[in-house]
């Protein structure tokens, strides 16, 4: 969250992958976006790993389109724990089943998985206009942020 109260999310491609965003002028669908500077963290190392440069965008939750966003199914099946253990205060023993649990318990939106596991999965395109390139990119590519 900013400052003001704002969701900032995170997505996490490659700079080849941000050549084809340059391209279409757009973010294909779907994609999947975490409030979570540690989630966004882990899919750097991951890109990085796949021998990629990582790019890290960002996009305030509000230039989304609610009715487009669903849950991160993906993430409540095989949550990513490390990260999740620090975000929900759990202790290092806590599994996927307890996100599971906690999972049964809530109604199942897109609001419960970004509380939950903190992703969300977004069916429709995101435009340039809205979308930025956090500050330690280094690509030069013109987002509208």
């Known amino acids: 969250m900013t400052a003001d109260g704002r969701v900032k999310l995170y997505h996490v491609t490659s700079e080849t992958a941000l050549a084809g965003i340059r391209e279409t002028g757009r973010l294909s669908s779907p994609s999947y976006w975490s409030s979570l500077e540690d989630m966004a963290d882990y899919y750097v190392e991951v890109v990085s790993d796949e021998g990629e440069t990582?790019?890290?965008?960002?996009?305030?939750?509000?230039?989304?389109?609610?009715?487009?966003?669903?849950?991160?199914?993906?993430?409540?099946?095989?949550?990513?724990?490390?990260?999740?253990?620090?975000?929900?205060?759990?202790?290092?023993?806590?599994?996927?089943?307890?996100?599971?649990?906690a999972w049964e318990r809530t109604a199942g939106t897109w609001k419960d998985s970004l509380a939950l596991v903190g992703t969300m999965r977004y069916r429709g395109e995101v435009p340039l206009d809205v979308l930025a390139i956090e500050e330690d990119a280094t690509s030069d590519l013109p987002l509208g942020r």
Not at 54 to 60: I, K, Q, R
Not at 62 to 87: A, C, F, K, N, W
């Open 54 to 101: 990582p790019v890290t965008l960002t996009v305030e939750l509000s230039d989304l389109d609610e009715s487009l966003i669903e849950p991160d199914m993906p993430s409540i099946q095989e949550p990513i724990m490390t990260v999740v253990r620090g975000y929900r205060g759990w202790s290092r023993s806590s599994g996927e089943e307890e996100v599971w649990r």
